[in-house]
């Protein structure tokens, strides 16, 4: 009988039926798929030339430490390919693939929600300046501006320039029923377009003011009020021209902080990467008419080269809606730089360019965008050594058989028979990863049953365990029961193996949102007859009680939005000429059901199949809730 093979042959023999394919792999443009030992889809990556980017991942020299090459021998099981016609067709198929597996070891944005920009919409008269999270691509007579990483901070500066630059902030509908100026008027503060007060040029010279002072050019729009203070304190009108200087140094403290200054960038992101380990910190620094206006890190977990990391970052980056910008400043230049640039310019609309400087201004740029990054990972490193002592005190108090990097707590919220549904949390280090949040519609189990709804959740959860690799522990929010269904899920599955609780407010009070004297959290575990009871003010307690409220809160979250989408349906229903194909086309249109109950009747009338007084009717049946 023959000896049974070393982990190393194990690995030689792996890696030559790899190079078996990857002999017959074509010479043309296309996308590679890795996959991992349980066939799921480990990465995903594009080339100019197939054959020769999927070699250089097997071009091994001894003692070579290269990452691709490690990634390769861990990883690796199987490769598949997609031949495309041509480096934007790959471009393309790989974003759609990504979004389709997610794959373990692609680069992947936890926080997609970082970021404000300005919208401006001048397909109205007299435009108000708005806020939006994520651009919808391009509309016409729409654009937007910034991005602002600090919501708090552009929410000021917008508050300050209400002061100095009278722009309307009040709804299309609002703006359309009012016939006298409201009390923004009175304060200064509205220039009442509304009421004629204000012309259509006069306020778009507001309009841009107001742009140019967020862009961080505020000298022309000072220097235009100075003439008027100046006139004003002549005519020894001495109140206005109070008003006036307090509104120039309202207009330079909001263009204060972007006081950093490059003439040779225009409108560029520039991207600066460091990295210790498997960690590795993206910091981009957002110029926008000379100055930086912004600025934003991102903590990620790669083993992939330096170049294919950064690449993988601006797809994911600006694979979206957010705009693109002129010039992308990056550390290395990525492996195909002018595909990179063609998709990015097809998404802009406009020539991108995509460019490593070694020398300049640019190069200074990056150098600065670095020196954050490094800041930034040093604080992230020191931070994830405090989460690891806590997970350690974890694993020790609930004898599971080591830290648990990963956990996902489950919940479910119902009020009645309908609008039941479960959430999931997902931490990561001790911190929550909001991306793999996700909530279920409960499909198969009728009323409320919450035993039945949580074995329904599992069960679909578990069933994708190849496509999204399973937590360390797994919560569910409750008692004995709670947790005697989710081992039964387990075990039906086919992880057994996988370390459980289920996490009970103190005492016999269930669902108590404080703990009383005395009481503690009760962790209920496999095989144990008796719970685990954590002492107060543990940072064990601390985290798992964290976890579990976030949950509760999720779910809740979930619960209300469902139920009001159902109550938003029912009154469409109630709407004579408002079949299913129209309620489906309101609510793609509006963006959901909030978007539609605040909808005007000007607006609803541009859909097709509204007309006016279908408008009018839709407005007045949903305004009742």
Same mark, same amino acid.
């Given at each position: 009988m023959d000896a049974p093979l070393t982990a190393a042959e194990t690995r030689e023999r792996r890696r030559e039926r790899l190079l078996g394919?990857?002999?017959?792999?074509?010479?043309?443009?296309?996308?590679?798929?890795?996959?991992?030992?349980?066939?799921?889809?480990?990465?995903?990556?594009?080339?100019?030339?197939?054959?020769?980017?999927?070699?250089?991942?097997f071009a091994r020299r001894r003692g070579d430490t290269r990452r691709a090459v490690q990634f390769v021998e861990r990883y690796v099981h199987a490769i598949e390919f997609v031949s495309t016609a041509s480096e934007q067709e790959a471009f393309l198929l790989e974003s759609k693939l990504v979004k389709r597996w997610k794959p373990a070891y692609n680069v992947k944005l936890r926080d997609d929600k970082d970021f404000l920009y300005v919208r401006v919409d001048r397909r109205h008269a007299f435009p108000a300046l708005t806020l939006a999270r994520r651009p919808r691509g391009r509309q016409r007579d729409v654009s937007y501006h910034g991005p602002f990483a600090s919501a708090g901070s552009l929410r000021h500066a917008l508050r300050l320039l209400g002061g100095s630059v009278p722009l309307?902030?009040?709804?299309?509908?609002?703006?359309?029923?009012?016939?006298?100026?409201?009390?923004?008027?009175?304060?200064?503060?509205?220039?009442?377009?509304?009421?004629?007060?204000?012309?259509?040029?006069?306020?778009?010279?507001l309009l841009q003011q107001a742009l140019d002072v967020l862009a961080g050019r505020c000298e022309e729009a000072v220097t235009a009020l100075q003439v008027r203070m100046d006139a004003e304190s002549a005519a020894q009108r001495y109140e206005r021209a109070a008003r006036l200087r307090d509104q120039i140094r309202a207009l330079r403290a909001i263009a204060a902080p972007q006081g950093v200054e490059n003439t040779s960038l225009p409108d560029a992101d520039v991207l600066g990467l460091h990295r210790a380990g498997g960690l590795a910190e993206v910091v981009v620094l957002f110029w926008r008419g000379g100055a930086l206006v912004s600025?934003?890190?991102?903590?990620?977990?790669?083993?992939?080269?330096?170049?294919?990391?950064?690449?993988?970052?601006?797809?994911?980056?600006?694979?979206?809606?957010?705009?693109?910008?002129?010039?992308?400043?990056?550390?290395? @230049? %990525?492996?195909?730089?002018?595909?990179? /640039?063609?998709?990015?310019? !097809?998404? $802009?609309? *406009?020539?991108? &360019?995509?460019? @490593? %400087?070694?020398?300049?201004?640019?190069? /200074?740029?990056?150098?600065? !965008?670095? $020196?954050? *990054?490094?800041? &930034?990972l040093a604080v992230s490193v020191e931070q994830r050594g405090h989460q690891q002592a806590l997970l350690d005190a974890l694993a020790r108090r609930l004898g599971l058989p080591f830290p648990p990097e990963t956990i996902e707590c489950y919940d479910v919220s119902n009020t009645g028979r309908t609008g039941i549904v479960a959430s999931r949390v997902v931490f990561r280090h001790g911190e929550p990863d909001t991306s793999r949040y996700r909530s279920y519609r409960i499909r198969e189990v009728q009323g409320p049953d919450d035993y039945g709804s949580l074995g329904e959740v599992l069960r679909r959860r578990l069933a994708r365990a190849a496509q999204e690799p399973l937590p360390d522990l797994l919560i569910v929010d409750g008692g004995a029961g709670q947790l005697a269904v989710a081992r039964r899920a387990c075990e039906a599955a086919g992880y057994a193996d996988l370390p459980l609780a289920a996490l009970a407010k103190g005492g016999r009070r269930g669902r108590a949102l404080l703990l009383a004297e005395g009481e503690r959290e009760r962790v209920f575990l496999p095989g144990r007859a008796e719970p685990v009871e954590l002492d107060r003010g543990t940072p064990e307690e601390y985290l798992l009680q964290r976890v579990r409220d976030e949950a509760h809160r999720f779910a809740i979250g979930a619960h209300r939005k469902a139920r009001s989408k159902e109550a938003l349906a029912s009154r469409l229903d109630d709407v004579p000429g408002v079949g299913p194909v129209l309620r489906r086309r309101l609510l793609s249109a509006f963006g959901g059901s909030q978007g539609l109950a605040r909808a005007s009747v000007e607006q609803l009338s541009q859909v097709r199949g509204v007309g006016p007084e279908l408008a009018r009717t839709i407005v007045e049946h949903v305004g009742r809730g």
């Open positions: 394919v990857v002999v017959r792999l074509p010479e043309g443009p296309g996308v590679y798929l890795f996959r991992n030992e349980h066939g799921a889809v480990a990465y995903v990556g594009k080339a100019r030339c197939l054959r020769e980017r999927v070699r250089s991942y309307r902030d009040c709804s299309d509908r609002e703006f359309a029923a009012r016939t006298r100026p409201c009390l923004k008027h009175d304060m200064g503060r509205c220039a009442a377009p509304c009421t004629g007060l204000i012309g259509r040029e006069d306020y778009a010279v600025s934003a890190a991102h903590a990620l977990e790669s083993e992939l080269p330096d170049a294919e990391l950064l690449e993988g970052f601006v797809l994911d980056f600006y694979g979206d809606a957010r705009p693109v910008p002129r010039e992308l400043l990056l550390p290395c @230049a %990525p492996p195909d730089a002018a595909g990179l /640039a063609e998709f990015l310019g !097809a998404r $802009r609309g *406009a020539a991108t &360019a995509v460019l @490593a %400087p070694r020398r300049g201004e640019r190069r /200074a740029a990056v150098e600065l !965008a670095c $020196r954050n *990054a490094e800041h &930034a």
